[in-house]
């Protein structure tokens, strides 16, 4: 069965450095996701990525966050200059296109710790 | 704005037997997804179940169920012959366009 995957599992990295997390959506999928999931409280939208554009953006997703969908199946979350408060679970969805926007399927998820 | 509300943060079940989860929600559209997802320890979030809102049929999937009321915006989820593995946070989330709202969500605990 298709699923989402997203790399690395784990990243460690100073405050004030940059990230990049990557996500492979489901193959034949149109709408990209990112959420995330600060530990011990509920999971959060950031923002979502269609037809090579931002199509929504929480108030979260300020300058210091960006997108890109480099190639045919990565899509990325970059954060510029991370900061403490960064740290948590980021989640990669993906879903199709048509009625079956509906429901997004996540990836396993990124644990980002900012020392 | 729609927000949506799991009363309840922690929950108990006995093996074999069933347990409710409640989630309500606020909206003003009529048009709406509303889904239950399971989060395990591995922190992975896997969907177990989906409702459409303009579907009258309360949504099944196995040993899963939900009592959907519309004009009460109420979405729980019914586990029946609970698991061991059924042990997890559970959350309850709305969907409407591109924009998904999750609840707080309840630790089931099942014990043998």
């Known amino acids: 069965e298709p699923e989402v995957t997203q790399t690395p599992s784990h990243q460690v990295t100073q405050m004030g450095q940059e990230v990049i997390l990557r996500c492979v959506p489901i193959?034949?999928?149109?709408?990209f996701y990112w959420y995330r999931q600060i530990l011990g409280q509920k999971v959060e939208f950031l923002v979502s990525?269609?037809?090579?554009?931002?199509?929504?953006k929480s108030e979260i997703f300020d300058d210091q966050f960006s997108v890109e969908r480099p190639d045919g199946s990565n899509f990325t979350l970059k954060i510029r200059s991370t900061k403490l408060e960064d740290s948590a679970m980021y989640f990669c969805?993906?879903?199709?296109?048509?009625?079956?926007?509906?429901?997004?399927?996540f990836g396993p998820g990124t644990r980002l710790t900012v020392l | 704005a729609q927000t949506v509300t799991q009363s309840q943060p922690e929950m108990s079940v006995q093996e074999a037997e069933t347990v409710t989860l409640s989630c309500t929600y606020d909206?003003?559209?009529?048009?709406?997804?509303l889904f239950w997802y399971k989060q395990p320890p591995s922190r992975q979030m896997i969907l177990v179940i989906r409702?459409?809102?303009?579907?009258?049929q309360n949504a099944t999937e196995n040993r899963f169920s939900v009592n959907f009321q519309k004009a009460a915006k109420s979405f729980s989820l019914k586990i029946s012959d609970s698991q061991l593995g059924d042990a997890a946070m559970y959350f309850c989330?709305?969907?409407?366009?591109?924009?998904?709202?999750f609840g707080a969500g309840t630790r089931l605990t099942v014990k043998p």
């Open positions: 969805a993906s879903s199709g296109g048509g009625r079956s926007t509906d429901t997004q399927y």
């Open positions: 193959s034949n999928h149109l709408y």
């Open positions: 990525f269609y037809n090579n554009e931002i199509s929504e």
């Open positions: 909206t003003s559209e009529s048009d709406y997804y």
């Open positions: 409702q459409e809102a303009y579907k009258q």
């Open positions: 989330a709305y969907r409407f366009n591109n924009d998904m709202r």
